[in-house]
């Protein structure tokens, strides 16, 4: 049984920076690897950043150079540090967690960049 719980979004700035945290608490021992999603309103969900249990990690084209997509194991988190933020970053932020090959979602954090 595991749960994922994201945390970090807010209301920021165009330039601004934000750190979204993914927690997965519960039964997450073994493989785990994760990932950020987003969707805007009257948008389709799009793939942000992955990292593999590994720490072999991939990028949209948009948020290539702006956002980093890190782990901590031992507190069984990944984040998404998000830099150089920009009005067409507004959306709720998702947060995937594949553990034992099984998919875990969160429930969103909102993110709002003001121009």
């Known amino acids: 049984q595991v749960r994922v719980v994201e945390s970090g979004g807010g209301l920021v700035q165009a330039g601004g920076s934000l750190r979204l945290s993914c927690a997965a608490s519960?039964?997450?021992?073994?493989?785990?690897?994760g990932g950020w999603y987003r969707q805007a309103p009257g948008k389709e969900r799009e793939l942000v950043a992955r990292?593999?249990?590994?720490?072999?990690?991939n990028y949209a084209d948009f948020v290539k150079g702006r956002f980093t997509i890190s782990r901590d194991n031992a507190k069984n988190t990944v984040y998404l540090q998000m830099n150089s933020l920009k009005p067409e970053d507004t959306a709720i932020y998702y947060c995937?967690?594949?553990?034992?090959?099984?998919?875990?979602w969160g429930q969103g954090t909102q993110v709002t960049v003001s121009s």
């Open positions: 995937k967690r594949i553990i034992l090959a099984l998919e875990y």
């Open positions: 519960g039964s997450t021992f073994g493989i785990n690897s």
């Open positions: 990292i593999t249990s590994s720490d072999r990690t």
